[in-house]
């Protein structure tokens, strides 16, 4: 988990300057979290929570910089939502940076509702059934 940690303090702390306290939650002790490696190097990072008895809710996707508009985070997003799928989890939601949307949109995930502010960023709500 501290590899995640590094690259989420990059893009989110460092980049983003979302506060630390808001970034490091109490559902990362209980979350499945994945992590894209490149030549044993962390790139890139996303997490999943059981949320319900049918729903999960993915987040804290991050891919370093110099990696970004690979595929990466693609790859994560499907790993995610793979993983989901067999564990028997009928629907992902998630809260897409409105910067992000478009690539959620290309994985199958539609806009629920308005755009709301979430640590100083605008996102919209999600969703995409399994």
């Known amino acids: 988990m501290q590899r995640a940690y590094a690259i989420r303090r990059r893009v989110f ?8 306290e808001i970034e490091m939650d109490a559902d ?17 990072c996303g997490r999943m929570l059981e949320h319900g008895s049918i729903e999960v809710k993915i987040g804290r996707m991050a891919v ?5 508009k690979t595929g990466v ?6 790993f ?15 809260h897409a940076q409105l910067t992000a949307e478009g690539f959620y949109l ?5 806009p629920v509702g308005g755009v ?7 996102h919209r709500k999600m969703e995409r059934d399994l």
């Open 13 to 20: 702390i460092e980049e983003q300057k979302v506060p630390e």
């Open 28 to 44: 990362d002790a209980h979350a499945f979290h994945a992590l894209a490696i490149l030549d044993r190097v962390a790139i890139g």
């Open 64 to 68: 370093l910089q110099e990696f970004r």
């Open 73 to 78: 985070g693609a790859h994560i997003l499907r």
């Open 80 to 94: 995610l939502t793979d993983r989901a799928r067999t564990r028997g989890f009928r629907k992902a939601v998630l």
């Open 106 to 110: 290309k994985e199958g995930f539609s």
């Open 116 to 122: 709301f502010d979430e640590a100083g960023i605008a």
